[in-house]
């Protein structure tokens, strides 16, 4: 089958699609014909070898793969389903489903994945596969950052740094639902973009900075630098949400974040996402509410996957890159 791949960690252009074996079911597996995934920044970390502990245990030598969420089509299940999804899809997958999904599994920039039912859920009935692309790993890191993590309430101020971009731009729309006052942080051409969205008001990040911007409730940081100046703008009883951090300043980012945790009620929470079914179901039902929509900037070919990555790396997105296989 055709997939993404690379035989070097490096920039975006050691990536190509390649051809590797189809995948095939085991016990309790899920076969997924994948319709289309989307790239994430976190993937950049992996391709570029920044990360090799968490890849090279992911996936032994080269060549390696890359794709972290998907939308798609259930093609063959295992044998053995011992693992039925709950909540909404209390049956557990069949085939002919249309689905999506992810989580730290890295290889769904191919033709076909194979996962676990609680790895997915059934995609909104509505929603064209290619565009549900744009949502499963965004979404679902939105809804923990404003839902489970910071409790956004109605009425609240939410501050969304980094708003025209993948996850903020579900962040605008769910801060909007839910019933918050929303002020987003973009650049100056993607303002008009963040206003669509739902934001009350948007202001340039390259002008504005955070003394101009008042008090906030919330703060969702999907950028990562400079976060501890933006952390200054909560109220008391605040909260931030955190899902960045610059890597070259890990240790400094990571003890600021552990010492708002013990000091001060103005907290800072972090969480790397690893999605699954019950998540999933909660982003098809947002989606059928009409509370968000998949925000897509630009649909690329697998054959373009490097232009996809490059794209990202280069700043300005609104909403995701989509990656289409078929
Ligand atoms: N912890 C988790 O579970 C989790 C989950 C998902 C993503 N992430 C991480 O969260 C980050 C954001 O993800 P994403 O998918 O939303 O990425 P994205 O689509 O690339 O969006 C990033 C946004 O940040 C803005 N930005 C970049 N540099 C900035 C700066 N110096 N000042 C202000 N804004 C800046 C960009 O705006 P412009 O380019 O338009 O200026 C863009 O809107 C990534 O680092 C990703 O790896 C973590």
Sequence with gaps: MRAALYDRYGPPEVLYEGRVPRPVAGPGEVLVRVHATS??????LGRA?????VTDLAQRGF???TGLDFAGEVVALGSDQREPAVGSDPRGPAVGDRVWGGGRTFGSAAEYVVVRPRQIALAPAGLDLVQAAALP??????????RDKARLQAGERLLVRGASGGVGSVAVQLGRAFGAHVTALARAENLDFVRDLGADEAFDHTTTGPADLGRFDVILDTVGIASGTYRRLLRPGGRMVA???DLRHAAASL???AASAVFGSRRVRFFSGNPTHRLF????????????RPVVDTVFPLADI???HRALEAGGVRGKYVVRIF
């Design 39 to 44: 790239v994430n920044g976190g993937e950049f």
């Design 281 to 292: 179901a909660d982003l098809t039902r947002y989606v059928d509410s009409g509370a968000i």
């Design 63 to 65: 060549p390696k793969r």
């Design 255 to 257: 003890s600021y974040i």
């Design 137 to 146: 790993g965004v979404g679902t890191t939105a809804i923990t950052a404003l």
């Design 306 to 308: 490097a232009k996809a």
């Design 49 to 53: 070898g920044k990360v090799r502990l």
């Design 243 to 245: 899902i960045a951090f």
